[in-house]
């Protein structure tokens, strides 16, 4: 089992994807959590904002994260021909 | 492998179809009970028949499911289509906390209580960017497997089985608690007996196939706890806005519950003056309350702890007598000061407690309400300094301002803290619970097992995102039709539910003004989900539904936990250390015995009601993370980590956490002072960054692992890679 520099580039790849989400993920959660107070303020559609995120925003957001996720890298696994078999 | 996809194929469209007429079986079933409820059976009668319909069914699955074959017995043959496994990691997820509990708290709680909604949604994300897909490739049976292969050594292994069980043992008790509370509820069936009917509905799933029957019948109790949630709130919904769906329509309730509180705590307006008279009455309580307590303590210090304990129960029994000797009595208040004698409490750490209890509930009523989506409010110190003053008729100098503006914005940074490391050891809890992991073994491929965690979240979310909507509509419920209306005509769901259980509903007219204020009303937080077809004036077959959406939710996660405990204790421990050449059949009937020891074990312990379920369910999450996380991932994502970093790891982060649980919770009775005043429940905050910490040390320290586990490394990194090794189990 001998990794090329093709397989070295799908892993960081990864890694960048990975850092990326997370990053939203971060904010989304604490970064909203951290400001609520100043958030909360702002309303729209008489949501106010910092209390919409906890109870419903954040949450479409994860799920999101989540399904690009996977679309993305079932993508790059063909794109590198890491992936399994024909299922 | 083309025979192989078009199979997988084949099971899925078959699959599809068997659910299909299952779900449309179910409703059928609902329907024929709701008119059998025209007919004139009473509730009792459809309660039983939807409990023992139910258990039945799932009984069934199981049995069909039976197996004796060790990858169906402990990973459903790895052929779980991405669908039906995110369905049944939801039901397995949701507990009876998340059914019923989660509504309440939101309810009680407001903006504060979102942090359940966040962290137990958002751990997804983890799990899906940092676990899933690399376990998937891996390919074993259990968590602790992994630390075995990765780490190499017995030590790893023997301590994620000791971490698996001890966060799996705790959340387990208050599953079957939870079991144990809608059957008795529904039935009128003892507590005790309810533990037990619901763990034969739990064994009965999992005894004969293992992974492969909890999983065909999680899906089906996904099906029912899904439906039984969304129909009540979707006609509660309805009938208030006008819109049916909930989520959408409940900024607009929002802003009119925002608009009453503003009302209620405004003693100019009528409805907010009748609320200052009651508050002033829970005021005095409180004072009492405290005194009483003060009282007490100068006792204990005095040594007349006894004493003073006789004294009480003996003001109790006067009581009781005197209001016998009236001249006219009052039937009554003979029955609640009768009631009150046979509930004393039996010492008086717990006569304390219970004081203490009522004391800050007074003092919570005693306040104003606070509003619904208001983040972390402060103490009120501003507003007390104001009011104080103003009633002398001076003016507040500026220093006494700043300093209970500054005592405001400590209490509300304290909230805000606690509120984020809630949020994270949820989170990372989440992706650390060997139950839910487990399940992504189950998938047919690395892909299959990313579009999972897609969808477990989804099905997840359905009902996380409909619980604020459901917490506000009751309250608007509260604030527009109970507030302000006349004790003699109270709606029939108020009346019904306090003489049911005073813990869910209490109300009583402290003013005598035969009207009913806010501060009246006391509320338990499972009393939204239970109640709420009976507010939307739905017919009883629904609040049927409900109790089996609740116990659905219950024995799902039920299932999942002690099918853990007992994999890790017979592959884990049995198998892979004490006799690696067992049969298979020798396997098999290990681990079903185990399942039936633990599970009999785990409904004693919660036959006995141990105090305060949420904080158990809390500390599995806090010691899941501290313990799992950092060897997990880091064993994926760090080629340098090794065998110490693992240990040192995994027992610093667990010792670190259980250490800040005893030292702070109350329960152990030591009380010391809290760090940066991080609540016992978020211990995982402080376990965690040192979990990190001991593996990243421990591997430092010593040697670089082999270049076989360097090779695993590389193994699980990659879905598929030419020349690979192959680590599935069969």
């Known amino acids: 089992m001998q990794l090329t520099d093709k397989h070295r580039e799908y892993w960081s790849r990864n890694l960048r994807l990975t850092a990326i989400l997370l990053g939203i993920w971060f904010v989304v959660t604490f970064v909203v959590i951290y400001f609520a107070r100043e958030l909360n303020d702002i309303v729209i559609m008489g949501f106010p904002f910092a209390f919409y995120m906890g109870a419903q925003g954040s949450l479409i957001i994860y799920v999101l994260v989540i399904w690009f996720y996977a679309r993305r890298m079932n993508k790059m696994d063909m794109e590198y021909g890491v992936h399994e078999g024909e299922d | 492998m083309a025979t192989a996809a078009s199979s997988n194929a084949a099971f899925f469209n078959q699959l599809k179809k068997y659910y299909s007429f299952y779900t449309g079986g179910f409703i059928a079933f609902v329907i024929i009970l709701a008119i059998l409820e025209q007919m004139g059976v009473t509730p009792k009668v459809l309660g039983y028949i939807f409990l023992a319909a139910t258990i039945a069914l799932y009984a069934g699955i199981g049995i069909m499911s039976k197996t004796a074959d060790v990858s169906e017995y402990y990973v459903a043959g790895r052929r779980v289509p991405a669908l039906f496994n995110g369905m049944a990691t939801g039901a397995d997820w949701m507990s009876a906390a998340s059914f019923i509990g989660m509504a309440g708290t939101l309810y009680l709680t407001g903006y504060d209580g979102l942090a359940f909604v966040m962290g137990w949604t958002g751990g997804y994300v983890l799990v899906a960017l940092f676990l899933a897909p690399y376990l998937r490739k891996f390919g074993q049976f259990t968590i602790p497997d992994f630390l075995g292969a990765r780490y190499g050594g017995h030590l790893p292994r023997t301590l994620g089985v000791l971490a698996a069980i001890i966060c799996s043992f705790t959340y387990v008790i208050a599953q079957i608690y939870g079991v144990g509370i809608i059957t008795s509820r529904f039935t009128g069936l003892e507590f005790k007996v309810g533990v037990y009917v619901g763990l034969a509905g739990i064994l009965v799933c999992s005894f004969l196939g293992g992974m492969r029957a909890v999983t065909w019948t999680q899906v089906a109790q996904y099906i029912i706890l899904i439906v039984a949630y969304m129909i009540p709130v979707v ?469 670089a692992p082999s270049k076989e586990i360097q090779e695993l490394v590389d193994h699980v990194r990659y879905p598929s890679l030419e020349g690979d090794i192959n680590t599935n189990a069969a």
């Open chain 2, 235 to 703: 006609w509660l919904s309805v009938n208030i806005t006008g819109n049916p769906i909930p989520q959408i329509a409940y900024g607009q309730a929002l802003q009119s519950v925002t608009a009453k509180e503003k009302e209620l705590n405004d003693p100019a307006t009528a409805l907010g003056a009748a609320e200052a008279s009651v508050r002033a009455i829970h005021k005095e309580k409180a004072k009492e309350m405290g005194d009483k307590l003060k009282a007490m303590e100068e006792a204990e210090k005095a040594g007349n702890g006894a004493a003073f304990y006789a004294e009480q129960k003996a003001k109790a029994e006067q009581k009781v007598a005197d209001l016998k000797a009236a001249p006219e009595p009052d039937a009554k208040a003979i029955a609640a000061a009768e009631k009150a004698v046979a509930e004393f409490p039996a010492d008086l750490g717990l006569l304390k407690a219970a004081w203490k209890k009522a004391e800050s509930g007074a003092k919570g009523k005693a306040g104003p309400v606070a509003a619904h989506a208001t983040a972390f409010s402060g103490k009120g110190a501003e507003k007390k300094v104001m009011k104080e003053a103003a009633d002398k008729g001076e003016t507040p100098s500026a220093e006494a301002i700043a300093k209970a503006k500054a005592e405001d914005e400590k209490a509300s940074n304290d909230k805000r803290n606690n509120f984020l490391a809630l949020v994270l050891c949820l989170m990372v809890g989440t992706a650390s619970l060997p139950h839910i992991l487990m399940r992504y073994y189950t998938t047919p491929s690395v892909r299959d097992a990313r579009k999972s965690v897609f969808w477990s979240l989804f099905f997840i979310f359905l009902l996380y995102f409909t619980a604020p909507a459901l917490a506000v509509l009751a309250k608007y419920v509260v604030y527009h039709d109970l507030v302000g209306s006349s004790f003699a005509s109270l709606p029939a769901w108020v009346s019904n539910w306090s003489a049911v259980d005073a813990t869910l509903m209490k109300i009583v007219d402290m003013n005598k003004d035969g009207l009913i204020q806010l501060a009246e009303i006391t509320i338990g937080g499972d009393l939204i989900v239970l109640a709420t077809p009976e507010i939307a004036g739905l017919p009883y077959v629904i609040s049927g539904l409900v109790a089996a959406g609740g116990l659905a939710a219950a024995l799902s996660t039920a299932d999942g936990l002690l099918l853990t405990i007992a994999n890790a204790l017979s592959h884990d421990v049995y198998y892979k250390m004490i006799d690696p050449n067992a049969s298979t059949v020798r396997r098999l009937t290990v681990s079903k015995a185990l399942l039936l020891v633990v599970a009999i074990l785990a409904a004693y312990v919660a036959s006995l009601k141990p105090g305060d379920i949420l904080f158990l369910v809390g500390a599995a999450f806090s010691l899941a993370a501290s313990a799992f996380f950092p060897a997990l991932v880091l064993g994926v994502f760090w080629k340098r980590a090794n065998y110490l970093g693992a240990v040192i790891g995994m027992l610093t982060g667990l010792i670190v956490c259980m250490y800040y649980m005893y030292m702070t919770y109350e329960f152990f009775g030591i009380n010391a002072p809290l760090w940066f005043e991080i609540k016992p429940i978020s211990a995982g905050i402080f376990g965690m960054p040192a979990g990190f910490l001991g593996v990243i040390l421990g591997s430092m320290i010593s040697p």
